[in-house]
């Protein structure tokens, strides 16, 4: 009786345990082979760019092998209790078989995971994503649960045995708490969280849970958000290839100029797409909140280079760029995110001004912030649209946008890349007309 009691819970945690990691490792793993199928090379180069936009989080090894199994992309964080066998075993599933391969073990006092998903394109399978994770912590309070339940045992005898039938009939109704809420979250329903009270491990193990379900539901929305963005997105780019395409190949003796000038379009919607797949891939990593190292940044400096860089597009639009960069404007941050910024509103001003028109970069301290403020005598944005200008893919004149070559998410990253550097973005119109965009950081204090 004393072994059941001490065991029962321990399985029970542990099977909890596995249904956890296959609810958070599978579909991490699955989002994986989406991304490296979306490319349309799959070469260590390109599905390098790609997985290091994605999160890796508590994994301890992700691999991207093609057919051959010669591996293209590794990421080892902790390769703890690794076992070479096993990894080779799922990709060789995966590749000879197109099948989905999750297991997961506890033994040694930790959980090992893998995790494999074939890479499908045009049909064939030409590689396999697997990972492989390593958790000693969830492993610990497993152990933590069969050592407290032991202790109790032995020290209290005889008494114990009530004690643990009273202790297993509590436990079992919690975990089964816990096991409900797997199963609403299995069946789709990521915003269920399990409560249960107290301090132990098995607390522990409903808030590792929640903390579980929480990460799950934002991969889920980023990957509903991603999807319906993207394809409405790249749809008329799209078509619009598509028809040119069809023209050139179904008219008989088109002359050249034609042919150059649909040829021209083609291209046109090739950059395009280029451009919005960019903007879509920095997006994708804002949301993911990939961790970069943050750095004491002169914004003066910062916003020289931006200046500099755009002076041949002002000089082509005829409009003037006045400075004002005033000294004591440090902040934390990242240079090229810094830059990014600056970039996208004051190419912006220069875009949507006038011929004869300016635009003024403010660079500046006030108080205990950083403000940068730009200035432009444009053509302006209306009262009505200025509420949406920061959500993604909104366009105040959509032709005339698209004309400009813009996407509708330059706003939205200057929006998301200063609220995770601790600032905020602002827009208003100019009583003289045009537009005043003000970004504000918290100052640097050395």
């Not at 400096?301 to 760029?321: D, F, H, S, W, Y």
């Amino acid at each position: 009786m004393i072994v059941v009691l001490n065991t029962y819970p321990v399985i029970i945690s542990r099977d909890l345990v596995f249904v956890s990691k296959e609810n958070a490792i599978w579909p991490s793993t699955v989002q994986m082979g989406a991304s490296v199928e979306a490319l349309e090379r799959i070469t260590p180069e390109t599905v390098g760019q790609v997985m290091g936009m994605i999160e890796t989080g508590s994994l301890s090894r992700v691999s991207v092998m093609n057919a051959n199994m010669d591996e293209l992309y590794s990421v080892r964080n902790d390769v703890t209790g690794y076992d070479e066998r096993v990894l080779f075993s799922l990709v060789r599933a995966a590749i000879a078989e197109k099948k989905d391969e999750f297991r997961s073990s506890f033994s040694d006092g930790a959980f090992k995971t893998y995790s494999s998903v074939p890479i499908i394109s045009g049909g064939q399978v030409v590689g396999a994503v697997c990972v492989y994770e390593y958790d000693a912590a969830e492993g610990a309070i497993v152990l933590g649960i069969r050592n407290d339940m032991f202790t109790v045992s032995i020290a209290l005898g005889i008494a114990a045995i009530l004690v643990s039938v009273i202790l297993s009939r509590t436990m079992t109704y919690r975990l089964k708490r816990i096991l409900d809420g797997i199963k609403n979250v299995r069946e789709g329903e990521y915003t269920y969280r399990v409560a249960v009270s107290g301090h132990d491990e098995l607390a522990q193990l409903a808030d590792e849970f929640n903390s579980l379900t929480d990460r799950l539901q934002k991969t889920e929305e980023i990957r509903r958000r991603f999807v319906a963005d993207a394809s409405h997105e790249l749809k008329t780019p799209l078509a619009a290839i598509r028809l040119l395409s069809d023209s050139i190949l179904e008219t008989d003796n088109m002359d050249k100029e034609t042919v150059k000038e649909f040829v021209g379009g083609i291209r046109e919607e090739s950059e395009r797409l280029g451009r919005t797949t960019q903007q879509l891939l920095a997006l994708t990593k804002l949301d993911n909140a990939v961790n970069t190292a943050r750095v004491e940044v002169d914004c003066c400096e910062v916003a020289g280079r931006v200046l500099g860089t755009l002076k041949p597009i002002a000089e082509r639009a005829q409009v003037r760029v006045e400075p004002v960069l005033n000294g004591g404007a440090r902040i934390m941050a990242t240079a090229d995110e810094l830059f990014q910024i600056l970039y996208n509103l004051v190419e912006n001003a220069i875009k949507y001004n006038r011929p004869g028109g300016s635009v003024t970069l403010t660079v500046g301290r006030e108080a205990e912030n950083v403000k940068i403020v730009v200035e432009d005598t444009g053509i302006g944005i209306p009262d009505a649209d200025l509420p949406y200008i920061f959500d993604r893919f909104y366009r105040v004149e959509k032709s005339r946008d698209r004309d400009e070559g813009g996407t509708g998410l330059g706003l939205s990253i200057v929006k998301s890349t200063a609220v995770r550097h601790g600032g905020d973005v602002t827009a208003q119109r100019r009583p003289e007309g045009g537009m005043r965009f003000t970004v504000t950081f918290p100052a640097y204090v050395g």
